[in-house]
């Protein structure tokens, strides 16, 4: 019986291809057979350890271990103190110089243990045996927080020293909110100097995340652990873009281009190669190459050799003239992030409800940029210094953008519709065939991007800043939907038919006749964009107050202050020991297009609109203008976060926000509320629950409103040698509008079990897995990746991870996921007889239909 993928995949899917062929079988995944080689080879070489069954290697030892030895608890105290304070034991007569050892002891302990000499490690080598667990964590995160993890590794491997440090260094580091970065300098003002982490404790106001996270990065004098350090990172992996179902229509016409273009044939999986170098405390420099699943290579050279397209950057910090300190000088890559991201932060990535505190943290400054960011990456010149109270940063970009052409021409050349973060950088739009290959979507503009930031401070953490950024472009900037939104079956204009209010977000967006204009550094420019603002923070004590004030200038001839679209953001943030709470209010005019503007929002541009609804485009590949757009959407609205410690075995926390979607002013909901209960130490049970809702008209306009209702139990096992076992159930509801052509029942159920379990071997070798079944939508962090699910009939998914340290620098990870949904009898469905013409002999009915997925992750991190 022949077995075919489920229909419903992402239109750009290669594997969808065979389905529709009904040709398409399950085969054994190739992925057990790799990880069973892995785990073997992660035993071998953790095989140190394992002797510890028959002798135990006392040099290596834990107190516990040697605790456990058949003698007095004052002589194994005496053992373990010697190997502490007066180094290792070279020989087993070594054993005679501890005080109170005896014929009797000496005799049990040389039966049961060894002496396995310890080699001599360089400083760089102990501080990474310190924090390994650190460095494993921050190398395997992804997304928004690489300029942060680059930071960390970097600080960690050379750390700064508490009693020069500044603000922004202290602000910038993990779990440090503005409070605790002004109490440690206020403190280190008192005391005039740190002397250890005793002092750095007991710094009044300072939190205890905080202070467990920067003793981690900070010495506490002025010395160097190593003339060279750095980390090399290689991750390869196949897990498929996240999409939604498409029309089955375009999913036929799709493929039939696909078939065409080489990168239909291309299973090669998605990778990324990063490599970080540090000398000494003043000189960093890295290269890094990112190439999504499918995707072609595209090469910056190809005479007299093939160069791929690679981000590399040379950073120079921390020198000092005089009272003039230039902190970095960065040429290459880099990323820029003012204030509250309202005015200037380039990222690809969209991150829902980024406040600046906590898991939401925002970078600020200056830093190299080795990310996966490629559609809005600044490649040019950057600097960031400080003279006095003043600190004052300039850049100066000059790179390519992938952006969607319009058909029509401007004096002799095409004008562009809109920028677009791809997944896969192909060289042109598969499944457009008003445009082809004439038009390609790849390094389509040229952008200059210059500005700068100059802050005034009054006091540690109260300061006063002035942003201002502005763009200019080669091509025209013309907006148009027309060219974007695609045609019914009869032809008529989908833009004309199925436009809502909602859809306002797209006519307002920024170009036309206000966007044209020359440049006076660049003679090619024929179209810019101006953003400017103003930025400021203040810490009184235990309370920190942001704010941010954007403009995107719309005075067209000259320069009018004040005349455009506005941005604001206000926060005001309370912290203690034991509860802290976030207050943030937010309001950003409809025309406010800012391709740089990641600031606090839930949804992203263009939700609601029909960038959404990608079946009713030119190409369902233009959907990529909603689903990967980083920008905050328009909105108002106020959100109130709190933590609050009980006591010590209880936790609560609570976020909600009440916001107004600018476009159609739909009015939204979101409240979630976690409790954290410990009854006894290793037993931990954490409830979940989210009410989320879009109200179900308004004056605006009938709304399609949905109601969604989650909640999340878990129930964790801390085991010994710190293992964990955790068993969840989720259950969900959604309730949409109804929509009899697509599905009868308006509510939407989801329900899932899942049982994880992590055991440690040792510390050089750790496996973890889970088995999940699942009927609806499901998310979760399956180690160290986030994974989005969804299956109407149901599925069974397991995934094993195995981790090793192959040696003190360098470990290995490496995971196998499967996913097997449950199948489906008698499948029939009835196309377009366009689409039934357009591809002959392919089958769209099948007697049995399964979807399976088998997908890897592999990464391999070296640090030094």
């Not at 910038?172 to 982490?197: E, M, T």
């Not at 005015?343 to 400054?365: A, H, L, Q, V």
């Not at 293992?723 to 309730?735: H, V």
């Amino acid at each position: 019986m022949k077995q075919l993928n489920e229909h419903k995949q992402s239109p750009w899917n290669g594997n969808l291809k065979s389905a529709l062929k009904g040709n398409l079988t399950v085969g054994r995944p190739i992925g057990l057979r790799l990880l069973f080689l892995l785990l073997v080879a992660g035993l071998f070489f953790s095989a140190r350890p394992a002797k510890a069954q028959a002798k135990l290697d006392i040099n290596r030892a834990s107190y516990q271990q040697i605790a456990q030895l058949p003698v007095s608890e004052q002589l194994a105290k005496k053992l373990y103190d010697h190997i502490r304070f007066e180094g290792y034991f070279t020989s087993i007569y070594q054993l005679w110089d501890i005080p109170g050892m005896d014929a009797a002891s000496f005799k049990k302990l040389k039966e049961r243990i060894t002496i396995v000499p310890v080699k001599e490690q360089s400083l760089v080598q102990e501080r990474i045996e310190q924090i390994y667990y650190q460095l494993e964590r921050w190398s395997s995160s992804e997304g928004t927080s690489s300029d942060f993890v680059d930071l960390w590794i970097e600080k960690a491997l050379e750390p700064l020293n508490i009693n020069t440090i500044g603000y922004e260094d202290l602000v910038n580091l993990q779990n440090v909110s503005p409070v605790d970065a002004v109490a440690i300098l206020n403190q280190r003002q008192l005391v005039h100097w740190f002397r250890n982490s005793r002092d750095l404790r007991y710094t009044p106001g300072l939190s205890n995340y905080a202070y467990r996270s920067v003793r981690n990065f900070v010495q506490y004098s002025d010395e160097s652990l190593a003339n060279w350090h750095g980390s090399i990172l290689v991750r390869m992996d196949n897990t498929p873009f996240m999409a939604k179902d498409a029309e089955q229509s375009n999913v036929a016409q799709n493929l039939d281009l696909l078939e065409n273009h080489s990168s239909a044939n291309n299973q090669l999986p998605a990778m990324y190669y990063k490599m970080r170098f540090s000398k000494g405390k003043h000189l960093d420099f890295g290269l890094a190459y990112v190439r999504t699943q499918g995707e072609p290579m595209h090469y910056a050279l190809t005479k007299p050799v093939h160069l791929p397209e690679m981000k590399y950057n040379v950073t120079l910090k921390d020198l000092r003239w005089k009272n003039l300190l230039l902190r970095k000088l960065i040429l290459g890559y880099y990323k820029v992030s003012f204030g509250q991201g309202v005015i200037m932060e380039n990222t690809d990535f969209f991150m829902p409800r980024k406040s600046g505190y906590g898991f939401r943290k925002r970078f600020n400054g200056i830093s190299g940029d080795l990310s996966r960011t490629r559609e809005f990456a600044l490649r040019g010149l950057a600097f960031e210094m400080n003279y006095h109270r003043f600190r004052g940063i300039g850049f100066v970009s000059y790179n390519s953008r992938d952006a969607i052409l319009n058909r029509k021409k401007y004096d002799d050349r095409y004008s562009f519709n809109h920028f677009i973060v791809l997944n896969q950088r192909l060289n042109y739009t598969p499944g457009d065939t008003l445009r082809g290959k004439a038009l390609s979507w790849l390094n389509a503009v040229n952008e200059l991007t210059y500005g700068s930031h100059l802050q005034y401070t009054f006091a540690p953490g109260t300061f006063l800043g002035l942003s201002y950024y502005e763009s200019a472009y080669d091509r025209y900037l013309d907006p148009d939907p027309y060219q974007v939104v695609g045609t019914d079956y009869k032809g008529q204009q989908n833009w004309d038919l199925r436009r809502t209010t909602a859809d306002a977000e797209i006519l307002q967006a920024y170009g036309g006749a206000v966007s044209r204009g020359s440049n006076p550094f660049w003679s090619k420019a024929l179209s810019f964009r101006r953003v400017y603002g103003f930025n400021f923070q203040t810490v009184w004590r235990n309370i920190a107050l942001q704010g941010e004030y954007g403009i995107l200038d719309k005075s067209r001839k000259g320069f009018k202050p004040g005349v455009g679209p506005s941005a604001f953001v206000v926060s005001a943030y309370w912290q203690s020991e034991t509860f802290n709470v976030l207050a943030l209010y937010r309001n950003y005019d409809l025309g406010f297009d800012n391709p740089y503007q990641r600031s606090f929002s839930n949804y992203q541009r263009y939700k609601g609109t029909l960038f959404e609804k990608y079946y009713y485009l030119q190409s369902p590949l233009y959907g990529q203008l909603y689903l990967n757009n980083p920008q905050a959407q328009a909105e108002e609205g106020f959100f109130v976060s709190t933590y609050y410690h009980i006591f010590r075995p209880l936790t609560f926390r609570m976020d909600y926000d009440n916001w107004m979607r600018k476009s159609d002013a739909a009015k939204h909901y979101r409240l979630v509320g976690t409790v954290d209960y410990r009854p006894v130490y290793p037993v931990d049970i954490q409830l979940r629950h989210k009410w989320q809702a879009r109200e179900e008209q308004n004056a605006a306009t009938p709304n399609r409103f949905y109601k969604n209702y989650e909640f999340r139990g878990k129930l964790r096992f801390r085991l010994s040698g710190y293992d964990a076992l955790d068993i969840l159930y989720s259950s969900s509801k959604l309730i949409v509008h109804p929509r009899p052509r697509v599905f009868g029942d308006i509510v939407l159920d989801g329900e899932a079990i899942a049982a994880n379990y992590s055991h440690n071997v040792n510390r050089y070798f750790r496996f973890s897995g889970m088995l999940a079944y699942y009927k609806g939508f499901l998310w979760n962090f399956e180690d160290t990746q986030f994974m989005v699910m969804d299956s109407r009939q149901g599925a069974f998914r397991y995934w094993l991870s195995v981790y090793s340290r192959l040696t003190s620098n360098l470990s290995v990870r490496i995971k196998y996921t499967a996913d097997h949904h449950k199948p489906i009898n008698n499948i029939a469905f009835q196309p377009y007889q366009s689409t039934i013409d357009a591809n002959p002999g392919k089958k769209f009915a099948a007697d049995w239909l399964r979807y399976d997925q088998n997908m890897f992750y592999l990464e391999l991190n070296y640090n030094f």
